[in-house]
Structure formats: C-alpha cells, structure tokens
C-alpha cells in the first residue's frame, strides 16, 4: 500500500493531504504539534505523531517513526505567515526567528533524513512555499517576513533536487493558490479541497524533467 507523510497536518492544507490520502485508501503519518491535531489525524485513520517541527530532535523523531518504510509522498506542510506588515517594517529578532525557524529550518533538518525512505518508494517530495517568495515576479512587499522565508525555504528546495534527484526523487516547491484557510482568509481565492486536489494530481504526474522546480497547485510553473 503506498505510503504518504504529511508534516504540519494539524489544519488547513495538511490536514485536508491527509484527509484525500486517506480517503484513496493511502497509508498516511502525519504530524501535528498538539494533542488536539493528533487527535483530528487519528480520527481520519493516519498515524499520528506528536511533532514540534523545529525541535533540534524533530529529525530523529522522525527517522525513527519511519523505520526501514519506504515513502511513496512526503509533504512539508507547517508554515506560519509571521507579521502582516504592509510596508518594510522591520520585524523584532524574536519574530524574525520565530518566522525563519518554522519555515526553513525545518526543511533543511528533516528533508535530508527522508531521503533514503523517498529512494526505496522512488518517491516524490513536495515543500508548501508560497507565490509570495518569488523574486521575479514580484511587484508587491505586504508580509516580507513572510516573502523573504519562503524565497528561503525555496533555495533549500533547489538544493534539495540538486542530491534527491540523482537517487531518482523528484523534489519540488508548490504555491497552494490563494487558499481560504487560517492564514489566507475567508476572501482567498480558491478552497481547500480545490488546492490539495490539484497538488495531488500534480504530485502523481510528477517524473524526473520537474525536478527542482517551482509549480503552483495546478501544475503551471512559477518563476523563481
């Protein structure tokens, strides 16, 4: 039975991963910060753990619940928006950190330790990052805490592809769309259903040519 891992899966895009997962009779672990979230996991039928993503130990907490298994799909959920500044309004160090340390530092701990069950799977791995940290494209600076962690969080990506790809994993970043959730708001543009459907499929057509890219939920692809 194919196995996914969804980390960050207390609410929001993560839990409804996992919900869709599940609901494809897929064998899910998922983590969640609290009792609360790892109670809304187990009722979906994932296994659940208990997981502060930017504990110093988070990686072999992982390592160690995934054992010999092989990854079919992993998914970086867990973000936090930080500031909703509109301007360039400097952050203070303990927000600044508190920003960086959800958004990236997780990533660069966790991702390389999956990479082994991801190569027996001939898995894919996914991190949710944000339209908002393209550089590019980009014509606005509302949240640039916010835009600077997932611009971040996008480099540890490129990296990321550059090892994985040569073990046949195909590694990208996805911008969910606009999303009515917690941080996107009830005027966002699109559900949640909607966005982790198209991530989904999206995932499942991935092959080796989207390696390293930046992709929104539909597939289309964003400039860095």
């Known amino acids: 039975m194919s196995l996914a891992l969804v980390i960050g899966a207390s609410r929001g895009l993560g839990l409804e991963l996992v919900r ?10 998922a983590t969640a910060r609290d009792a609360k979230g790892v109670g809304r996991l187990r009722t979906l039928g ?7 993503v930017t504990a110093a130990d ?8 995934l054992g010999a298994r ?26 600044f950190v508190e ?7 997780p990533a660069m701990r966790i991702a390389p330790l999956l990479l082994g069950a991801l190569e027996r799977g001939k898995g894919k791995f996914a991190v ?11 014509t606005g600076t509302a949240g640039w805490l916010y835009r600077a962690s997932k611009a971040a969080l996008n480099s540890v990506l490129k990296d990321i592809s550059l090892i994985a790809g040569a073990r046949g994993i195909a590694c990208v970043a996805f911008h969910p769309g606009w999303v009515k959730t917690d941080m ?20 499942a057509a991935l ?13 289309s692809e964003i400039p860095w």
Do not use: C, K
């Open 128 to 138: 949710l990052s944000s339209r908002m940290g393209a550089i590019g494209p980009r």
């Open 58 to 65: 988070a990686d072999q907490q992982l390592d160690t619940a």
């Open 20 to 29: 869709q997962y599940r609901a494809e009779g897929w064998d899910v672990l």
């Open 207 to 219: 092959d080796a040519a989207h390696n390293g890219r930046f992709l929104a939920y539909d597939g």
């Open 184 to 203: 996107g708001g009830a005027g966002a543009d699109i559900d949640v259903e909607a966005s982790v459907t198209g991530i989904r499929r999206t995932l």
């Open 46 to 52: 994932a296994e659940a753990l208990a997981l502060d």
């Open 99 to 105: 920003v960086m340390r959800t958004n990236v530092l």
């Open 70 to 95: 092989a990854l079919d799909v992993a998914i970086l959920s867990a973000g936090i928006y930080g500031p909703r500044t509109q301007a360039l309004e400097p952050p203070d160090d303990a927000v």
